[in-house]
């Protein structure tokens, strides 16, 4: 059996669910923390599993240039190489290659590019890229596209998203069907809803276990994104997962789900993490501001990771501000726990028919925030 998705309960748009796959299920809607490079930065694989986290995304642009796709399958996948043993989403480098490789150049048939490592040669066509993500060992495979720039014009991304899916096309036909492992498409078509629509139409025609949104999150600002986001969904298939690439904050991820996003995945909690901007029930603080040097409260008083259950704001400031790793290590911690249990509190009110309530909860303790 292919990887699928079976719904559990709906409240308005919102749904929850479960995704099957071969490396375990995974309760929807469902953050995946950002693993890059084979590491969820600053987090060793037991941390993240103990924020509740049941899935991971892998980029494939950072591990075919180091170590290499082959080498990670020489060594026994990702999975066994990073000691993550539930599923792992990877993307199909197309984004990373156009937002990092130098001298890149496209074609019909795919993207050449130099390394930002080592300025080395590499292509990515949608057969390599499907060959890539089987190699590292992906539970989810994303097809290979082009994401449409942000601003472009209507004629730019009506080029862009065919382009996109005729390579759609290519990497259904070269991915190779295995028992839990699936493929989804991505829609494109930036903010036009014409485009987004014929987009959806191509995709459905060609069928994948899933269907993300991809080209978002670019600049075009929550707004906007929602917009799209509502002439969007309702065209896609009830029973497949759908997966709102690279979003977001909290507050994105509150309106997406409302919208009947099931998946995401954003380096928001791990860099931010990393800064020291901590995402609390209180809203966004900040860690260095001078006004935590004393104070002996947690974090976030409803937080049970170890950053809030051990340590005071106190302790956390003088971290930071003797740049010791261990502040961002306890960051990160918390902020991929807050997104976790975020994640639960809406999958629990979808499935009780509490969404607004819940999220207007949740939205009323931002609002309580002593900063910024
Ligand atoms: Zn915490």
């Known amino acids: ?29 469902v953050f995946m ?33 180091r170590p290499g796709a082959e080498r990670v399958a020489r060594l026994g996948g990702l999975h066994r190489l990073a000691d ?8 199909s480098g197309g984004f990373q290659v ?23 040669k590499h292509r990515l066509t949608p057969e390599r890229s499907v060959e890539i993500q089987r190699l590292l060992g992906a539970d989810v495979t994303m097809c290979f596209d082009e994401c449409t720039p942000f601003p472009a014009t209507e004629a730019q991304a009506a080029a862009s998203m065919r382009l996109s899916m005729r390579w759609a096309a290519r990497c ?94 954003c380096v928001i909690p791990t860099r931010s993490g990393r800064t020291g901007r901590a995402y609390t029930g209180r809203g966004v603080l900040n860690i260095r501001n001078a006004g935590h040097a004393e104070d002996l409260r947690p974090l976030d008083a409803e937080c049970s990771c170890p950053a809030c259950r051990s340590h005071s704001r106190a302790y956390l400031h003088h971290l930071f501000k003797a740049g010791e790793m261990l502040g961002p290590m306890l960051l990160t911690w918390h902020n991929i726990q807050y997104y976790q249990d975020l994640m639960a509190r809406l999958r629990s009110a979808i499935l009780e028919g509490r969404f607004e309530e819940e999220a207007a909860a949740i939205e009323a303790g931002w609002a309580m925030t002593e900063e910024e």
């Not at 937002?99 to 300025?119: E, P, W």
């Not at 991809?214 to 029973?239: I, K, S």
């Open 1 to 29: 059996m292919t990887l699928h998705w079976t719904p559990s309960g709906r409240d308005g748009a919102a749904r929850a669910g479960t995704l099957r796959t071969a490396h375990g299920e995974v309760p929807t809607p």
């Open 98 to 120: 156009m937002s990092l490789a130098a001298l890149r150049k496209m074609d019909a048939d795919g993207v050449t590019f130099q390394s930002h490592i080592d300025g080395s």
């Open 172 to 265: 259904r036909e070269a991915f190779l069907p295995r028992d839990g492992h699936g493929l989804f498409g991505i829609v494109q078509g930036s903010t036009f809803p014409e485009l987004r629509a014929e987009s959806v139409a191509a995709l459905t025609g060609i069928g994948f276990e899933g269907y993300a949104i991809g080209g978002l999150a670019v600049g075009e600002g929550q707004e906007a994104m929602f917009a799209t986001l509502d002439a969007t969904l309702p065209l896609l298939p009830a029973d497949r997962p759908r997966y709102l690439m690279g979003v977001g904050t909290p507050a994105d991820i509150i309106g997406a789900v409302r919208r009947g996003i099931d998946m995401f995945d």
């Open 33 to 65: 923390p950002v693993g890059t490079a084979g590491t969820v930065k600053a987090m060793t694989a037991d941390a993240v599993r103990a924020t509740g986290a049941r899935m991971i995304l892998g980029n494939t642009y950072h591990l075919m240039l």
């Open 84 to 91: 993550w043993r539930g599923p792992i989403l990877t993307d």
